[in-house]
């Protein structure tokens, strides 16, 4: 057997079986007639690194497929990373900047040429930073959004889309960047709240007899955040049912600073509570107003340029060229000297930032491809009704539904660079050729039946998202559907990921799972929630509030942390950091690493004359409770509640085996009772195997250390025995429990030493199990049985047992009990201090949850402990 360190030192443990598990990845087999368990990465951006997000999620995955791969099944964690469109041109293009070099002034082939280069140096760096976490990936399986295959896979979904015509280009409000000069999917801009303004307006009306209720006659009142974009208003409208407006429905109010008058229209999208009730319909420039302009037939000029200036015939000349905010602030200083300006109040607006450039989008008209999504919806839809698609948490099916049946086209071109260049081309008149499904290989301008048009290529990519929508199955082969890995890991069974991206990613390979394959992608959706600061903030670099889980690593061990995160992940709910799970989960590492040398010295101690004397009760005590342990932690793993799963078997571990069996056993061992020898022995490797899928590394360690030729980790779980139960060692064990707590609790009292001797004397049912295990009961409470104590006692009761305690003999009566009455003062003060903040209605309704139950805990254990010293001071005073 493998001597063990004295102490735990992840740092001289982890780096071998990280180069172990890189060089031996866990290659899954789609020969086998194993049933598979296949999870696929939510693949990290190539340009990342490695932040709490990926680790928590990483390490959700991985105990699943360690668990599923020891539980039987041909288990397969294909891992990969995503090209990341905006995030790897940005990144490129400031690293040439800062060589003098403009990304346009090179070219697009020369650019995606360094980009491809920046790729191969530095894209590689959080694919090392996941092996570090210690991850059982298939390495031999990696894949890149841009491989060859699922970039045939992309063009593949396209051009089939566009041949079923559910791909159109048209154009829609988009989110534009203007640093960046692209468009942005939603999930690429942060919606953070700004103070700004809030203008009221006034609209002159054409009829100077007519008026509004809250407006000087001739005028109609509206409000809007933005009069930089009047400029290119189409109407004002009001809400069909606002008796304010009625008598002005259909009646015209010119724009200020312009001669210009539009209609005043009435639609059900108005909000009567903002503002003053009226609103200017600007179709190019707000999302709603958009579709109100659709449904009224508005047209749709636009007066700001992609670069964010204010442009067009319909600005006047004195702002034209203007930067949008700029012009803001013209134009305000001019409504006010025109009399147009009646009120400017403060105002908070959640305000859309691009997440790399950091500028405010502009909403856009722009022509973009996009995807009818309606009928992909209703296959999800109907699949999740049947039960092929099940969500943990269940509360997140109905926010799952919701967003399918209020689904909308999604915009899926992007201007830029790197990614799938879209495969449409255009002739001299704007006429649109896509290849054929029969041929979707082939470049319509290498197509010799277009040889005589001078076809020019879309330059646009499309959205990153557009490509790992297909991430389950392009992964796998598709559309390659004759491949063995797509025949034997297709579909997988489990996605995890954030609540965040439910939308964004989830769903999307929701509809593309079932539109390309006729299957759901996943059986489920484990979700989980935002990993947030310790006061419950999202970390970024702007707030300084960020963790970097390597620096955690270095600190607490890869094995202590992936403790923290499976503990901490609770019902999908957000996590707050909390560096005392990480300290929990270190040094429960250290216990663990001690009790294994602790039993690894009692099985190899040659001085010690073997014995066969049978179970002892604490044997069969821990058999049954590990039995039902194991049960405990299979079930919370099947049920995907992986914190509950990570507590059971933490719990058994530290109270039920190191500090109770441990302890009940080194009578026994010091007697050398093989009996006892394999009980320990036996239970131990089954906590590693029960530990190993949350803290690989320490049990691949240990399990190694006990002469296991093959790693733990392809070893097998153990299974639940419902014949293993025993009822009668479990009461009879509890009775011992019982025994040694109420001892320790009257020394405590007593103001003795764990350590110093006390003589008991013990009553009750439990009596005759104490008498046979009286060994047990001396040596783990330290104390000497007796059969009765004479003079005055001081007792505690257990379930099953009294124990008693001399006073005289043992303590000054006197002193002890004026140190009993300071106890009780002392009680009765932080009883009062607790209630005092629970009393508080402020306390209560600002405090966090967690504070509030300590309070509880606080007031509940202090009672019990008056309750008590009341009652011994009554007693002998």
């Known amino acids: 057997m493998k001597e063990l360190s004295k102490s735990y030192d992840p740092r001289a443990i982890e780096p071998r079986w990280v180069s172990k598990w890189g060089d031996e990845p866990f290659r899954a087999d789609a020969t086998s007639g194993k049933p598979p368990f296949t999870i696929v990465i939510p693949p990290p951006n190539v340009t990342g690194n490695l932040h709490l997000g990926h680790a928590l999620d990483n390490t959700l995955i991985d105990t699943l497929i360690r668990y599923k791969r020891m539980a039987g099944f041909e288990a397969l964690f294909l891992p990969g990373t995503d090209h990341a469109g905006i995030s790897t041109q940005w990144v490129v293009t400031k690293q040439l900047a800062a060589e003098g070099i403009n990304r346009f002034d090179l070219g697009r082939e ?5 980009v491809w280069e920046w790729k191969r140096q530095s894209g590689g760096q959080i694919v090392n930073q996941l092996k570090t976490l210690g991850v059982s990936c298939d390495w031999t399986r990696e894949r890149f959004t841009m491989d060859e295959g699922l970039s045939r896979a992309v063009r593949q979904q396209f051009i089939q889309l566009f041949h079923e015509g559910l791909a159109y280009r048209g154009e829609r409000i988009v989110n534009w960047d203007p640093v960046g000069q692209t468009t942005l999917s ?63 429905i259909g009646k015209k109010a010119r724009i200020p600073l312009t001669d210009r008058y ?34 009224h037939g508005l047209a749709r000029p636009s007066v700001i340029d992609w670069n964010g200036n204010l442009t067009s015939d319909l600005v006047p000349e004195a702002y034209r060229g203007m930067e949008r905010f700029a012009a803001r602030k013209a134009v305000v200083r001019d409504l006010t000297e025109n009399g147009d300006l009646i009120e400017e109040k403060d105002h908070e607006t959640a305000l859309g930032i691009a997440e790399r450039t950091g ?53 899926i071109s992007r201007q830029l660079w790197w990614g799938h260049q879209i495969p449409v081309w255009y002739d001299e008149q704007g006429n649109t050729y896509v290849p054929s499904l029969e041929n979707p290989d082939l470049d319509c301008d290498q197509d010799p039946q277009y040889a005589h048009l001078n076809l020019r290529r879309d330059p646009d990519v499309f959205d990153t998202w557009f490509s790992s929508n297909l991430w389950p199955f392009s992964t796998l082969g598709w559309p390659d559907t004759a491949d063995e890995d797509f025949q034997k890991f297709y579909p997988t069974q489990v996605l995890v990921t954030g609540y965040d991206i439910l939308f964004f990613w989830v769903a999307r390979m929701q509809m593309a799972g079932y539109k390309f394959t ?136 530290w109270d039920e085996f190191c500090d109770w069996y441990i302890e009940a056993s ?123 104590i004479s003079g005055k006692v001081l007792s505690q009761i257990a379930p099953g047992v009294t124990v008693n305690a001399p006073l005289e003999g043992t303590v000054e009566i006197g002193e002890w009990i004026v140190r009993q009455k300071k106890r009780l003062q002392e009680t009765e003060k932080q009883i009062k201090q607790a209630q005092g903040k629970l009393n508080n209605a402020g306390f209560v309704a600002n405090a966090p949850q967690e504070v509030i139950e300590e309070e509880r805990r606080r007031v509940a254990e202090f009672s019990a402990q008056r309750d008590r010293l009341t009652d011994v001071i009554r007693q002998f005073e």
């Open 359 to 411: 500028v405010a989008v502009e909403p856009m008209i722009s022509k973009q491809w996009f995807v009818r999504m309606e009928s992909m919806a209703q296959s999800v839809l109907q699949g999740i009704d049947q039960g092929e698609i099940t969500l943990y948490p269940e509360r997140y099916t109905k926010v799952n539904k919701d967003w399918l049946e209020n689904i909308r086209d999604w915009c």
């Open 666 to 788: 080194k009578p026994s061992l010091r007697n050398g009772n093989r009996q006892t020898q394999e009980t320990i022995k036996f239970v131990l490797e089954g906590i590693l195997k029960l530990l190993h899928p949350f803290m690989p590394f320490i049990t691949s360690e240990i399990y190694e250390a006990l002469d296991h030729k093959r790693q733990i980790a392809v070893h097998s779980w153990p299974k639940h025995d419902p014949a293993r139960f025993d009822a009668e060692a479990t009461q009879a064990f509890d009775y011992l429990r019982s025994a040694v707590s109420s001892a320790r609790s009257l020394k405590n009292e007593l103001g003795l030493a764990p350590q110093d001797k006390l003589k008991v004397s013990i009553t009750g049912e439990g009596l005759g199990t104490i008498k046979d295990n009286a060994y047990v009961v001396e040596a783990i409470a330290r104390v000497e049985l007796v059969e009765e």
């Open 186 to 248: 939603d999930l690429e801009v942060k919606r953070e709240v700004k103070k700004g303004k809030m203008y009221t307006l006034s609209y002159k009306l054409e009829d100077s007899t007519l008026k509004e209720s809250n407006g000087e006659a001739g005028e109609i009142r509206i409000a809007t955040v933005r009069p930089e974009t009047i400029f290119a208003d189409q109407a004002v409208a009001v809400h069909p049912e606002d008796e304010r407006f009625q008598h002005l």
């Open 518 to 653: 006729g299957k759901a992608p996943f059986s489920k959706v484990l979700l989980h929630g935002l990993y947030l600061d310790s006061k419950g903030q999202k970390m970024s670099k702007s707030k300084g509030n960020g963790i970097d889980p390597l620096e955690l690593f270095s600190k607490y061990g890869v094995d202590a942390c992936r403790f923290a995160f499976s503990y901490l992940a609770t019902g999908g709910q957000d996590i707050k950091h909390d560096d005392r799970r990480f300290e929990q989960g270190k040094v429960f590492a250290n216990k663990l690493w001690n009790a294994s040398r602790f039993v690894m010295m009692n099985l190899d101690n040659p001085e010690i004359q073997n014995t066969d004397t049978g179970l002892t009760l604490a044997d069969r005590w821990i058999l049954s409770r590990y039995n039902e342990t194991v049960r405990e932690v299979t079930q919370a793993l099947d049920e995907m509640d992986i914190a509950a799963a990570i507590r059971a078997a933490y719990s058994f571990t």
């Open 110 to 114: 020369k650019f995606l040429e360094k």
């Open 262 to 295: 539009i209609p005043i229209i009435a639609d059900e999208a108005v909000e009567r509570e903002f503002g003053v009730g009226a609103l200017k319909i600007t179709p190019a420039h707000d999302p709603t107003d958009f579709e109100i302009g659709e449904r």
